[in-house]
């Protein structure tokens, strides 16, 4: 795959894959800044209020009414973590050039309308509208307290709070209730000025445009950024390994309890590891599923994600409360299993090959393209999926048990019925 | 095999019905690594009642849903461990008129092909492992009770409804799935899992003439019967104005639902459809003046939207989201579709909510997945999904006025409503 990496400005970066099976284009900018416990609710309210309106069109209404003229364009915004990154700015989707009904070309407009929602929003007296800022408040504030309706969600989300409490990863992408609540115009105003000249810009496109269109139309439309004092990038810190393991439950009006375990990892060999997690809770394929889920019959779900930029590896699962001590008794087992290499052949091969899919087929969808080029560079990476691939045929078993090895339980997190017998 | 070349869309279809009966749909994806299979038949949650050999059987509510599940065990063990060799990613779902098992993957395609189509037409279950996927089954049961968009849609369609098994939840209960026995489960596939009761759609870079090839080798050279099925007689009535529970949310959610009049089998299924959803943008959608009104208002967010939805002897209209003035948003939604019955749609907004329209409907041909669903739904009504731009532009101003005098009225709408505990 062809992938043009240039640099528009100071701190300003424009990746560009052209393709032209796609039926639309896809354009991101995304602003890359630390995330951190003071900045999070005003970073994630920001792109909100921004979308509200510009100075050409100043509300909803005739924003929607130029994106419907543009075939349905749509332009959403995004607040998304990347490692110890926040990052916020707007995802937009339009129809190819080739299926726009008399020739209408719509990378240039909507181009500008991306550029004009960051450089030129809708503002009196030089701030943003309070009514925008008070409406998206309470819709940010609503989100916080409404992660609490998916309890999948809201389990995972507690577990990597409690186990990276006090590191910028516990830090929730939207921020914390209190410090949204306490936002005021001025006070999003100043965060906006501030994030839009020293940020990291990370520019994406995909589609059918040749990259010196696509190059010229990013420059016009960012053409008023202002710049100063460019931040570099800041790196992700693993997790500290804890000595004695943190334990939490809470209860709750459920009638499925939830059972989050946290686990660090030493070994910085993240292919290795990468498959090590495959294999013991990261496909339908793997431990978990078949000896928690379909063997045990103890869960619906057990499941495992490995965070590579923090070192980390959480299993998620959903239990009956009185089973609760045998599903973690069992999650254990599985990954001693794992550590121990007692597995079969096609396990690990199956775990690589699932690898190896993912990485192939990320091509085929512009949205997986562009979180995975937005991850690499808000984490300073530059390997492409294919590289990885690579990388992943080629880590042989020793070094996935050596890496495994290293993994060890450092926090577990209980969700229970209110009523639950202990 | 009969070649479709679809000018506005850029797409090819290849069709090709087997002597057995089964109609097999290939969209050839040149410049794509991901080959996706789709082999769906026509049974879901709705068809618990139907005539086997001459006589009426009434099976429990979640049969059709838990065959899915033991359908992927086989005499060698499991299907999905032998996908999953492969780095093919598969999975099943179950919807109210329709059970679909499909894979991904990019290396051994057709060897893919191969074991989906055996173990969807090979049964092989115990009583044992039918009595063992009570367990997994019963949690997901737990884990969707638990989930308040199930519980609030769910609720919608029993309001609504008053007899017609499209009321039941795919899943069943707790108590429903006890009853079920490895030959319920042997006379429901024996049914419905007949090759001229089926579709497979393979979307990728492939041969179609090996796909063909290959199904008229794998499947049982015979169809069976035409199946009679019993839907419940349905009244035009709603079953219940209003219901209501208390969940474990943070903000109150409701869903607005209206019935309407289902439309016949052929294109006029698709041109429902088509004007279905347009009536959903138009009364609701992100760009309509009800939507900024309330918006604005700050009684709706961005979690509001609505759809549009068919199956057998069913058409029903909802929208719903978070909001704190559930009724009052339901009262405006009537209102507003009431104002437009008599003063009509504004020429410039309709003109620009089908362009915006045909732009998603063209979004929506990047999905594979979508691309395999809508024709095999479209299969199963007897129209072709890819026709849409000429549905499109024979659908008017009036069709969609006429469709909200008929439909969108007080005595069709039902209101369901999830409150936080006190």
Known sequence: ?422 | MRETFYEKLGESVYRETLPNGLMICVVPKPGYAKKYAFFATRYGGMDVRFQLNGRWLDTPAGIAHYLEHKMFDTKEGNALQELAKNGAEPNAFTSNAMTGYYFDSTDHFEENLKILLSFVSIPYFTEESVAKEQGIIGQEIRMIEDNPDWQIYTRMMQALYQRSTGRISVAGSIESIREITAQTLYDCHKAFYTPSNMILTVVGDVDPVHVVDLARRILPREGGPVIPRDYGEEPAEVAKKETAARMEVSTPQFLTGYKCAPAAEGEDYLRLAVIGDMTCDILLGDSSPLYLRLYDKGLINGSFGGAFEMMPGMAYLYAGGDSKEAKTVAAEIQKEADRLVREGIDPDFYERVRRASFGENLRGLNSFENIAVSLTEGYFHGYDPFRFPQVFDAVASEDILRFLRENITEEHAVLSLILPRT
Not at chain 1, 371 to 392: I, R
């Open chain 1, 1 to 422: 795959m062809e992938v043009i990496r240039t640099q528009l400005a100071d701190g300003v970066y424009l990746t560009c894959l052209p393709a032209r099976k796609f039926k639309t284009s896809l354009l991101s900018a995304q602003f890359v800044t630390p995330v951190g416990e003071k900045t999070a609710a005003v970073y994630a309210l920001l792109p909100a209020v921004l979308r509200r309106g510009t100075m050409r069109y100043p509300d909803m209404g005739s924003l929607s009414a130029v994106l419907d003229r543009l075939y349905g364009a749509q332009i959403d915004y995004t607040v998304r973590k990347k490692g110890e990154s926040h990052c916020i700015g707007f995802v937009a989707s339009f129809i190819d050039d080739a299926f726009v009904p008399g020739g209408e070309k719509l990378l240039e407009p909507v181009s500008a309308l991306l550029g004009e929602l960051i450089c030129a929003p809708a503002t009196r007296n030089g701030r943003f509208l309070p009514e925008y800022v008070e409406g998206e408040r309470i819709n940010l504030v609503d989100a916080i307290r409404g992660v609490l309706n998916d309890k999948r969600d809201y389990a995972d989300l507690r577990l990597l709070r409690e186990m990276c409490a006090g590191e910028p990863y516990g830090v929730s992408r939207f921020g914390d209730e209190k410090s949204a609540e306490k936002i005021t115009p001025q006070k999003l105003y100043a965060g906006y000025t501030e994030l839009i000249a020293s940020a990291r810009l990370e520019l994406f496109y995909s589609g059918s445009a040749d990259p010196k269109r696509v190059e010229q139309a990013m420059l016009n439309a960012f053409s008023a950024l202002p710049r100063k004092q460019v931040r570099e990038l800041r790196l992700t810190e693993p997790h500290p390994a804890r000595q004695a393991i943190k334990r939490v439950t809470e209860e709750m009006d459920v009638t499925q309890g939830k059972l989050g375990m946290g686990f660090a990892c030493g070994s910085r060999d993240t292919s290795a590891l990468l498959l090590g997690n495959t294999l013991f809770g990261g496909s339908s394929n793997s431990k978990l599923f078949l000896n928690v889920r379909e063997k045990l019959s103890l869960c619906y779900y057990a499941s495992s994600v490995y965070h590579r930029q923090k070192g980390l590896i959480t299993v998620s699962s959903g239990v009956e409360f009185e089973n609760f001590q045998k599903a973690y008794d069992e999650i254990l087992l599985q990954l001693k299993a794992v550590q121990e290499g007692q597995m079969e052949d096609w396990e690990l091969e199956g775990a690589r090959s699932t690898l190896m899919n993912a990485y192939a087929s990320m091509g085929d969808s512009q949205a997986r393209l562009e979180n995975f080029y937005l991850g690499q560079a808000a984490t300073g990476q530059s390997d492409s999926p294919e590289e990885l691939a690579v990388e992943v045929r080629e880590t042989s078993a020793e070094r996935i048990f050596e890496a495994m090895n290293t993994v060890t339980l450092d926090t577990v997190y209980f969700l229970k019925g209110k009523e639950a017998a202990e």
